[in-house]
């Protein structure tokens, strides 16, 4: 990746990386990520198409200052990005989070959506399980941070793949750990208050397109593909489990050089 450059947008500082022309390609990582964890897939894009990676606030060279940020508001500031760049329309990729992230900014932005590209994602809201498990992730960053996200990077993985991705999991630790308890609390909050967005599935006046694994620790395959049910929405699946921009990169990139 380039070096990055920045955006001020109320109290925050967006740290964001724009390459090549053509066709733009906007990538969202996930919660705990940074834009590096798009690394192996998106510069193989930059030759043919405008490829722009975002850092959250408090994520990677991105600064936070107002806390208890929503989806929705972080939304407004790629928006805001968007239309700095004078930015048409854009094929939007997020993981995980940042597929949450793509389908709340398509709530009041779909006209500015070439297509909805969701890995390891979902358009449903937390259950109350989920509310009540986030609470508590929540008072345990307040705690210990360090000991929170051991246990969230360790939760991503599937033990063989613990083992066979040894280095790329140590770097995303590295990466977590440096990520701020105010940016981390925040994410969990924006997460755990996010709309139900299976409408949009029905309604959607762009491509929607799923890309799963069907070992996904975290998302269980079967429950996540009932809300493709009788929708346009299209599903690719792969072997491999919740961190497929890191199990997978060369499968990832097949199917989005099919799409974009």
């Not at 947008?9 to 964001?16: D, F, G, K, S």
């Not at 690719?236 to 997978?248: D, F, K, V």
């Amino acid at each position: 990746m380039t070096q990055p450059l920045f955006l001020q947008h109320n109290q925050n500082t967006l740290a964001y990386y724009d390459q090549g022309q053509g066709p733009c390609l906007i990538f969202l990582h996930g919660f705990l990520e940074d834009s590096s964890i798009w690394q192996d897939i998106a510069d193989c894009f930059t030759s043919t198409h405008r490829v722009i990676c975002v850092d959250y606030f408090g994520h990677g060279k991105s600064q936070i200052l107002q806390d208890n940020l929503t989806l929705s508001d972080i939304s407004d500031t790629l928006f805001h990005l968007i239309d700095y760049l004078s930015i048409q329309k854009a094929t939007i990729i997020g993981h995980s989070m940042g597929g949450y992230l793509a389908l709340a900014f398509s709530q009041h932005y779909g006209d500015y959506i070439e297509q909805l590209i969701l890995i390891n994602s979902s358009a449903l809201p937390d259950s109350i399980q989920k509310k009540v498990q986030r609470n508590r992730a929540i008072k345990l960053v307040e705690n210990n941070k360090n000991t929170f996200v051991q246990l969230a990077i360790a939760n991503l993985f599937t033990p063989d793949k613990k083992q066979l991705l040894s280095q790329k999991i140590a770097l995303l630790l590295q990466q977590a750990k440096n990520t701020p308890s105010i940016a981390i609390i925040s994410a969990l909050k924006a997460m755990q208050h996010r709309e139900d967005h299976s409408k949009t599935l029905h309604t959607a006046t762009f491509p929607i397109i799923f890309i799963l694994g069907q070992n996904d620790p975290l998302m269980n395959f079967s429950t996540t593909i009932e809300q493709l049910d009788q929708t346009p929405v299209i599903l690719y699946s792969l072997a491999q489990g919740h961190m497929l921009p890191i199990e997978a990169p060369e499968a990832v990139r097949t199917i989005l050089r099919e799409l974009v």
